[in-house]
């Protein structure tokens, strides 16, 4: 489903954290934000997944409006995120934080659940076994038992996205997936992004690994201080004058060359 | 930001979180963990009464077993969602007054106690949703004030609660019920036995809850609020859910307290009985029903023990609170098990 989103802003005391943006995202394509630190990006995805409720804007979802749902209802409409600051259960093993996912496919009553009726138990079963093949995907399948207070970084990163992908989601946001990840990680994140991209999912990327954003991105999106500065391919972003004074800089835009001949 | 206040950090699930995962690879042909909680109880029940001397060791057994079943509920709230109630003795006195007003008016005291469970509940479902909005230290201070409330009816309104001094349970007794199947026991023991077997079911119940597709998001809920919304995780109904669940534990127990004691005042409800459930809990382990149990355990027994521990209660009380959280914040049974496993490898 394609999500699209349509001048949506707010203001933290006076201070318009996002400004009139807008973008499509479309199924099947990865769309990737970009900007420096403090442009905002991370406070785009709260306004989109209802954690923040937007002061200006629309979101939509094919079409149909979803602005000021709150986060579980848009949950229901086939929206899932990962968090930037993590947002794992700590306290629980690896597979019941995956499992968790499920909750919106688990057709379970809370009497079953109580006194531990067949359909509690079937639901669990069931739970157990999809976040079990989402863990074999994140790569995570060892340390499903592992208590998630005790991963590194990179893994819990991948935790978020297994996490995500058992909700049955169709539109997937996914903030610095690649943060904390080594080189081979950051490989495997990147093949596991695209394949969910391939599976017909609207994916919507924030990373700062410009070789990743730069491989696996059809469409870009560039925030600065707020509001977009500019959109398009990989190929124009990376030429684009503005982006490369406000964001890529030099550097960067070596990176994005080296990536882009790689 | 949003979220990070709703849950408290006072109750990880240490053993709790073994307790699942076994729970894991249980298939159908082993016992389901709630089975197997219920029957490590009733043997700890049997336990009891092998070993006690007199029908004062089965009145102090019948209590801990009461107060295990209301920790319980703190346990389901405190532990599993990480709310913190300093009102439940509210709940607790609603269930046993309604069984001890009931027969008063010619309401049958299995009748009564269903209705005081039923009414306990309900007041949990009305007063819930606006008061889970808050979270941490303001829901904790809300809670107080319905305890609060709950306590001045039941001791003003001497006409139909008998005021400050307490009344008088009539109705039935536990031993007519072991007759019907032929078991002749004293008073003492068949409430005992009770309070045990309904401890146990309680105990169950929160485990099958805690491993089952509400209790995971319940469990949610208590590590980021955010991340369970983002999963399609509906906060506030769960909340009102584990709230009514904790509200019907702590009424449960009152009514079961009402009818052994045979005799009820309003410091049933009063704020000094809240925190002690509460204590109760972080004491065990708010994680888990051994929590529940071992912290009902020692501090109904502690009592008994230590005479002089009446004089200084409160101190007592607000010792082991301020202990607990410096020394194992987790609490006990959490803690002996970490020192358990660390010994083991």
């Keep these: 489903m394609s999500l699209e989103i349509d001048g949506i802003g707010i203001s933290f005391g006076g201070i318009k954290a996002v400004d009139d943006v807008s973008f499509t995202a479309k199924p099947g394509e990865v769309t990737s934000i970009i900007g420096p630190n403090g442009a905002g990006k991370t406070t785009l995805f709260n306004l989109v997944s209802g954690v923040y409720a937007a002061s200006a804007g629309r979101v939509r979802i094919d079409g149909k409006d979803v602005t000021g749902l709150p986060a579980h209802a848009l949950a229901r409409r086939g929206m899932a995120r990962t968090f930037q600051n993590l947002q794992v259960f700590p306290q629980m093993s690896a597979l019941d934080n995956v499992m968790t996912g499920c909750h919106m496919q688990e057709k379970s009553n809370l009497l079953a659940d109580l006194l531990g009726l067949g359909p509690a138990r079937r639901e669990t079963d069931r739970s157990r076994a999809s976040a079990m093949a989402a863990l074999e995907r994140a790569g995570l399948a060892e340390l499903a038992h592992r208590p998630a207070s005790e991963m590194s970084y990179g893994q819990l990163k991948r935790l978020e996205i297994a996490r995500a992908l058992v909700t049955g989601c169709t539109i997937l946001l996914l903030d610095e997936p690649a943060a904390g990840c080594n080189a081979v990680e950051t490989r495997e994140v990147d093949d596991l992004i695209h394949a969910i991209a391939d599976e017909g999912k609207t994916v919507v990327l924030i990373e700062h690994d410009m070789r990743m954003v730069m491989r696996i991105s059809s469409h870009i999106v560039v925030l600065d201080q707020g509001r977009k500065i500019a959109e398009g391919g990989p190929e124009d972003i990376r030429t684009d004058p503005h982006v490369i004074a406000a964001y890529l800089g030099a550097h960067g835009a070596a990176e994005a060359e080296a990536a882009a001949h790689a | ?345």
């Design chain 2, 1 to 345: 930001m949003a979220g990070q206040g709703t849950t408290t950090d006072v109750a990880p699930a240490g053993t709790g979180r073994r307790e699942y995962s076994k729970s894991e690879g249980a298939g159908r042909r082993r016992i389901g963990p709630g089975l197997r909680t219920f029957l490590i109880f009733v043997a700890l029940v049997a336990l009891g009464a092998l070993i006690f001397p007199s029908s004062y060791f089965y009145r102090v057994g019948t209590l801990v077993w009461i107060n295990t079943l209301a920790v319980t509920g703190i346990v389901v709230l405190l532990g599993y969602v990480g709310l913190v109630s300093l009102g439940h003795a509210g709940f607790f006195a609603i269930g046993a007054y309604v069984t001890a007003i009931g027969p008063n008016y010619g309401i049958p005291s299995p009748l009564a106690m269903a209705g005081g469970v039923a009414l306990a509940g309900l007041l949990a479902l009305i007063v819930g949703r606006p008061i889970l909005k808050l979270s941490g230290y303001y829901l904790a201070i809300a809670t107080l004030g319905l305890g609060m409330l709950i306590w001045m009816v039941l001791s003003k309104e001497a006409w139909l609660t008998g005021g400050p001094d307490g009344m008088v349970v009539s109705g039935m007794n536990a031993r007519n019920l072991f007759k019907m199947v032929g078991l002749s026991l004293k008073s003492a023991e068949a409430w005992y036995w009770v309070a045990g077997l309904v401890a146990a079911i309680g105990a169950a119940i929160a485990v099958n809850l805690a491993g089952s597709p509400s209790g995971r998001a319940l469990r949610a809920i208590h590590d980021s609020d955010v991340a369970a919304r983002s999963l399609g995780v509906d906060v506030a109904k769960a909340k009102s859910r584990a709230f009514v669940i904790s509200a019907i534990y702590a009424a449960v127990a009152g009514a079961l307290l009402a009818l052994a004691n045979g005799y009820i005042t309003p410091d049933t409800g009063g704020f000094m009985h809240s925190v002690e459930m509460v204590t109760m809990a972080v004491l065990g382990g708010a994680a888990s029903v051994y929590g529940a149990l071992v912290g009902a355990l020692i501090l109904t027994a502690l009592p008994q023990v230590l005479t002089v521990f009446a004089d200084y209660e409160h101190m007592v009380l607000g010792g082991i609170m301020v202990l607990t959280m410096i020394l194992m914040r987790r609490g006990l049974v959490p803690f002996i098990a970490d020192l358990w496993n660390r010994r083991k490898s």
